[in-house]
T-cell receptor, first 113, second 113 residues
Framework: DGGITQSPKYLFRKEGQNVTLSCEQN?????MYWYRQDPGQGLRLIYY???????QKGDIAEGYSVSREKKESFPLTVTSAQKNPTAFYLC????????????FGPGTRLTVL | DQQVKQNSPSLSVQEGRISILNCDYT??????FLWYKKYPAEGPTFLIS?????DKNEDGRFTVFLNKSAKHLSLHIVPSQPGDSAVYFC????????????FGRGTSLIVHP
């Protein structure tokens, strides 16, 4: 059945290490997104991609990087330059260029020690 | 500067009564609005939406009302059930933009049995 998956569910890393969060969807959606959720902050957009091999910075892109080599996959790398990386990260997808609602993955909780 | 505001961080309601969650926006270009529901440690799921050409949209126990002149929308849940206890996010997007929604910070609804 179709859906969007994120792995792992929980991730621990030492300060100064880069870490990559996985996001895969089999919904045949063109657009994919990464959000960060902090307590009381809502969902803040990190990066988005509306087509393969193209992506755009969101509101809080500093310290993050992405790639979109395949339609199904949109991995997010949290680099050592991200000052406060501990957060809940959500990946989403939808059809491009419309008001279609976004489908979200289950999220990855990243804790940097 | 928040363009979508949910000014009540939390709301507590008795089972069977009405829950009213409010959302205000500042960008007059927003013309499509969505509500998402989120349980802890899970991704949000789409609940209901409304276009600016309407002032009401209903889906079962959930109704969204839009007051464009006041730049205000509200989500009504009638009757409220304990399973409705979750965080509710309001989101808004605009035609001619990227269609990417801007999210509010969320309202945590607790429905007491």
């Amino acid at each position: 059945d179709g859906g969007i998956t994120q792995s792992p569910k929980y991730l621990f890393r030492k300060e100064g290490q880069n870490v990559t969060l996985s996001c895969e969807q089999n919904l045949n959606h063109d657009a994919m997104y990464w959000y960060r959720q902090d307590p009381g902050q809502g969902l803040r957009l990190i990066y988005y991609s509306q087509i393969v091999n193209d992506f755009q910075k969101g509101d809080i892109a500093e310290g993050y990087s992405v790639s979109r080599e395949k339609k199904e996959s949109f991995p997010l790398t949290v680099t050592s330059a991200q000052k406060n990386p501990t957060a809940f990260y959500l990946c989403a997808s939808n059809l491009r260029g419309s008001y279609n609602e976004q489908f979200f993955g289950p999220g990855t909780r990243l804790t940097v020690l | 500067d928040q363009q979508v505001k949910q000014n009540s961080p939390s709301l507590s309601v008795q089972e069977g009564r009405i829950s009213i969650l409010n959302c205000d926006y500042t960008n007059s270009m927003f013309d499509y609005f969505l509500w998402y529901k989120k349980y802890p440690a899970e991704g949000p799921t789409f609940l209901i939406s409304i276009s600016s050409i309407k002032d009401k949209n209903e889906d079962g126990r959930f109704t969204v009302f839009l007051n464009k002149s006041a730049k205000h929308l509200s989500l009504h849940i009638v009757p409220s059930q304990p399973g409705d206890s979750a965080v509710y996010f309001c989101a808004a997007s605009e035609t001619g933009g990227s269609y990417i929604p801007t999210f509010g910070r969320g309202t945590s609804l607790i429905v007491h049995p």
